[in-house]
């Protein structure tokens, strides 16, 4: 199978081209200001494997939580490119990326990353049979409410001041010591499974993940 993977939700695009079965790029850069120069990447690395978008049999796309703008740039582009191309659509939350690195050695896995206004978005995974387990959807939370009870969990963040103020809190609690985004290549590992089983995303059900309500036009908060 081939798939074509993106994921914009954070300060770091990530673009991923499975052929075959085989990853043949994990593309990762740091682009704190526009994620729409994805369209160029993407052009520029049809061009690099020889292939052209009708040779996927699937877009697999990340849709957060995280940045507002990143999430609607890579999800248009997804639904752009399903329409044009009769190419069905896997839709994957960025967090099942920042698990996975982690699923060998870790039974359960907390994943935090910073939604401003001192919150912070999070989830919780259990491992079993080498799978992702989602315990509870996404949501917002103050770090010391998700902190009770997780004392036994993994923590995987994505800034380095949250790892700060675990230990602040919680010493006791393990953590990655360095930040982790989300890439596109894991997503791409996962999709596999989606797609044996037919779970695919309509282009009209298409949505990123925004768990503040309306989050581009709050203001003075």
């Known amino acids: 199978m081939n798939f074509l993977g993106i994921d ?30 994805a369209l160029v990447y993407i052009d520029k690395f049809l061009k690099k494997f ?9 877009l697999v796309v990340g ?12 999800c248009s582009i997804t639904k752009a490119f399903s329409l044009s191309l009769n190419v069905p659509i ?10 996975t690195p982690f699923k060998e050695k870790h039974s359960k896995i907390a994943v935090i ?3 401003k206004r001192n919150l912070i978005y999070a989830t919780s995974f259990l491992v ?3 799978r992702l387990r989602r315990e509870k ?14 004392e036994d969990y993994f923590f995987v963040t994505t800034h380095q001041f949250l790892r700060q103020k675990i230990k602040e809190i ?13 890439k596109a290549a894991h997503l791409v590992s996962l999709a596999r499974e989606y797609y044996q089983q037919g779970r695919f995303t309509p282009i009209n059900k298409l949505e990123p993940l925004y768990i503040y309500s309306k989050e581009c036009q709050i203001k003075n908060v």
């Open 170 to 182: 919680n010493p006791s609690i393990s953590f990655f010591p360095k930040d982790v985004k989300p």
């Open 8 to 37: 914009t939700s954070s300060d770091v695009i990530s673009i991923s081209f499975s052929l075959k079965g085989e990853i043949v790029l994990d593309f990762n850069h740091y682009l704190p200001k526009s994620a729409s120069i």
């Open 90 to 99: 896997i839709a994957i939350g960025s967090f099942y990326s920042l698990a």
């Open 113 to 115: 990353s910073d939604a």
């Open 63 to 74: 849709i957060g939580p995280g940045s507002f703008t990143g999430l609607r740039v890579s």
């Open 128 to 130: 079993k049979g080498n």
């Open 137 to 150: 959807k996404e949501n917002l939370y103050s770090l010391n409410e998700f902190l009770k009870g997780k």
């Open 50 to 58: 020889s292939c052209k978008l009708k040779d996927f049999h699937a």
